[in-house]
């Protein structure tokens, strides 16, 4: 912010009661970024080395009963005199922030070793938010705040409710939601005044780290989003515990988590009404109707919306984007919640996005009723309308073409390619049958993983296999050059949650075909000479056709 518009910022917050009279602008930092940043990591080089030298000193200490209270409390006090200490070098204000680390990791090593996993994150979330009001630096106090609504779910997520850990985790990350809405609450309407101008600013740096780890919370409870899963491989840990456990044991829970998204959603959408009259407009409702029914096949997308909703209205932008880019991930990760068949995800999608077109189509029409646009200036350029067309029409060319080479390759690799069957390997049982999907392990040697690991060439790994005479392949090695013997072919293997994998590790299918391709035992792939490789079937015993 520039120094006129602080100033005026300052004199009308002041003429406002919610600043004392006396209050001054902050002096500025004169040290460039550049500089701070390098500072902090000469710091933390020097701060590692210097850590471990105290913890071999005290480390008989650290291991007896009061150890990591006495240790790390000491430990935390001395960073804490540091950090609220005025005129304090750059240098030793970062040297505090791994001691700062240090002393709260000793004290919650003696909490979770003493006391149950729930009880020492929720003493650790308190300790972490006492030190945040201890501190002046916002982006510390910020960093706090996110790791004590982490703590929180934590606490939440360890304890017995007799209820599934992902509905816990779902219940713990909406908690959080509630106690950053009361904060804010409170912020905007008990502390308005100049004399809990401090305490304010603490709430607001401390909430802002709050509300980010809920927001990434709830994205990450909601699974991988959409293209990012489909290149790194699957959803999150979580995923599959929370999807089969939602889909049997806890329907209740998922009912219960859907009611809840719905009427988060509504509430953004009533508080966005009344916060901005401008945008009660039919075809707005609209809008906002679209979002209640994805709400309600999204458990997370309500709290998101919610958050976005309150921080848009409040012009908190920044955590307003951050709210927009958590709603996104919610919805592109929808394509992979298992609690419902790909056919309803499909229909769900499909239909709010044509809903969505047609209430863009409708509002367009709209503005141009409302009246002629201004005239345009006589030195702008004629055609100004064509060029975010011609981009747009570009675009859906290119994702048409993108799209049908592609196609047009696969099917030519089907119809040239050599058939080819390599044997499955057990795939762990957790994970063999996931709704719509059936998990793949096929066979490669340990010998050929390892040399495939330690290849350091960015490009894909080819590996030679024998095929006998039924067609079945067997791998060999990594690909060095040599020619092929008359029954050897290439076949290139692909990344997937860091390891090699043939072309892939899942085969899809239709609802109610589990008990047809349980029985499979070989996978049908077509190879063309370089090795590229695609998937076209299974076959059971003895390569029968399933």
């Known amino acids: 912010m520039t120094a006129p518009r602080l100033d005026a910022v300052l004199r009308a917050a002041i003429d406002n009661g919610l600043l004392p009279p006396t209050a001054t602008p902050p002096a500025p930092d004169a040290r460039p970024w550049p500089v701070v940043l390098l500072t902090a990591l000469g710091a933390w080089l020097a701060a590692v080395p210097l850590l471990g030298v105290v913890g071999l000193l005290f480390g008989d200490l650290i291991g007896r009963s009061a150890g990591p209270y006495l240790a790390g409390g000491l430990v935390l006090a001395g960073a804490l005199v540091v950090l609220r200490s005025s005129g304090v070098s750059a240098f030793a204000e970062q040297l505090a922030v791994p001691a700062l680390l240090v002393g709260g990791g000793g004290l919650g090593f003696g909490l979770f070793r003493d006391l149950p996993d729930a009880a020492a994150a929720a003493l650790l979330a308190a300790l972490a938010l006492a030190v945040a009001a201890g501190v002046a630096q916002a982006w510390l106090r910020a960093l706090l705040g996110a790791a004590a609504a982490a703590l929180l779910a934590v606490a939440c997520l360890r304890g017995h409710w007799g209820a599934p850990q992902s509905l816990r985790l779902w219940l713990a990350w909406h908690l959080a939601l509630a106690l950053w809405l009361l904060a804010t609450a409170v912020q905007q309407r008990a502390l308005v005044d100049g004399a809990r101008a401090r305490l304010a600013a603490l709430l607001e740096s401390v909430s802002t780290g709050w509300v980010l780890a809920t927001l990434a919370g709830l994205a990450w409870w909601s699974g991988m989003a959409f293209l990012v899963g489909g290149s790194l491989g699957g959803g999150l840990p979580g995923e599959v515990l929370r999807s089969s456990a939602m889909r049997t044991s806890a ?277 063309e000479p370089g090795g590229r490789a695609l998937l076209v079937g299974l076959r059971g015993e003895g390569l029968a056709p399933l």
């Open 251 to 527: 329907t209740v829970g998922l009912g219960l988590a859907q009611g809840v998204s719905l009427l988060l959603a509504l509430a953004a959408a009533a508080w966005t009404a009344h916060r901005w009259p401008a945008v009660r407009r039919p075809w707005l409702i609209g809008v906002a109707a679209a979002l209640l029914v994805l709400a309600w096949f999204m458990p997370a997308l309500g709290a998101v919306l919610l958050v976005l909703a309150a921080c848009a209205t409040s012009a908190r932008w920044r955590r307003a984007a951050a709210a927009a880019l958590a709603a996104v991930w919610t919805v592109g990760a929808f394509y992979y919640t298992l609690a419902w068949p790909l056919s309803t995800k499909a229909v769900v999608l499909v239909a709010a996005g044509a809903v969505l077109g047609a209430l863009a189509w409708w509002a367009g029409r709209a503005d141009r009723r409302a009246g002629p646009p201004p005239p345009a200036s006589a030195a702008a350029p004629r055609g100004d309308g064509l060029g975010p067309r011609l981009a747009i029409a570009a675009s859906a060319l290119l994702a048409l073409a993108v799209a049908n080479v592609g196609a047009w390759q696969k099917e030519n690799l089907i119809a040239d390619g050599q058939p080819v069957f390599v044997e499955l390997a057990p795939a762990d049982p957790r994970s063999l049958m996931q709704g719509d999907f059936m998990r793949l392990n096929f066979r490669v040697p340990d010998a050929v993983q390892a040399t495939a690991d330690g290849l350091l060439t960015g490009a894909r790994p080819v590996v030679v296999a024998r095929r006998d005479g039924r067609g079945v392949a067997t791998l060999l090695r990594v690909d060095d050059g040599r020619p092929l013997a008359a029954d050897e072919l290439r076949l290139q293997l692909t990344p997937k949650d860091g390891r090699w994998i043939v072309v892939t590790d899942a085969w899809f299918f239709r609802e109610g075909e589990a008990a047809r391709w349980a029985a499979a035992k070989y996978g049908e792939f077509r190879v």
